[in-house]
Nanobody, 123 residues
Framework: QLQLVESGGGLVQPGGSLRLSCAASGLPLDYYAIHWFRQAPGKEREGVSCISNSDGSTTYADSVKGRFTISRGNAKNTVYLQMNSLKPGDTAVYYC????????????????WGQGTQVVVSS
């Protein structure tokens, strides 16, 4: 059974940076497509970025393109989300999700989730 644990969240000023980590126990994470989602209070969970398990291709939501970067760690059991130029609108709980096949379109299609890490962007 795959277990995911997110870390790296916190309070940061607008324009600052954070790096989130998604660590796994079980199979190495490079077997899985990994998708970062976020959920702000009162809003639906939305996709942020995904990295494929087949060719390493990546996708980003328009709202984070050019600011966020998803990558796999050298240890193969961690996926990172580097977040730069953070804005108050990025405030949310960030979750990672995994799929053995490919990046899915909606959160409902994922079976494996972490517990989330809170990101607050505020001055």
């Amino acid at each position: 059974q795959l277990q995911l644990v997110e870390s790296g969240g916190g309070l940061v000023q607008p324009g600052g940076s954070l790096r989130l980590s998604c660590a796994a126990s079980g199979l190495p994470l490079d077997y899985y497509a990994i998708h970062w989602f976020r959920q702000a209070p009162g809003k639906e969970r939305e996709g942020v970025s995904c990295i494929s398990n087949s060719d390493g291709s990546t996708t980003y939501a328009d709202s984070v393109k050019g600011r966020f970067t998803i990558s796999r760690g050298n240890a193969k059991n961690t996926v990172y989300l580097q977040m730069n130029s953070l804005k108050p609108g990025d405030t949310a709980v960030y979750y990672c999700a995994a799929d053995l096949m490919f990046c899915r379109s909606t959160p409902h299609e994922y079976n494996y989730w972490g517990q989330g890490t809170q990101v607050v962007v505020s001055s």
